[in-house]
């Protein structure tokens, strides 16, 4: 059975750091992208960052310099570190897994930002 499943999402105040992770199973995890996208209240998916298969990271204007992407493919996990966050950060963060074939979403876990 494949299963994503993020976890690390809490309440931090402006200016803190929070990582989240994603906790994969069931497939060939090294082998997929990684994404992380977010959804804002009453907003909509909001694409954050990506880790390719070989590694390579990507990020949106609105978190580069803040966040850090990174996996472990030994204990099949995907990271989000988190720094310097803004109120409007606030979202709850879901892991997406991609190949050419197939697609997988995890739960999401709720990141507030609040003082």
């Known amino acids: 059975e494949v299963q994503l499943v993020e976890s690390g999402g809490g309440m931090v105040q402006p200016g803190g750091s929070l990582r989240v992770s994603c906790a994969a199973s069931g497939f060939a995890f090294s082998a997929y992208g990684m994404i992380w996208v977010r959804q804002a209240p009453g907003k909509g998916l909001e694409w954050v960052s990506g880790?390719?298969?070989?590694?390579?990271?990507y990020y949106a204007d609105s978190v580069k310099g803040r966040f850090t992407i990174s996996r472990d493919n030994v204990k099949n996990t995907l990271y989000l570190q988190m720094s310097n966050l803004r109120l409007e950060d606030t979202a709850v963060y879901y892991c997406n897994a991609i190949s050419d074939y197939d697609t997988f979403w995890g739960q999401g876990t709720q990141v507030t930002v609040s003082s």
């Open positions: 880790i390719g298969a070989g590694g390579g990271t």
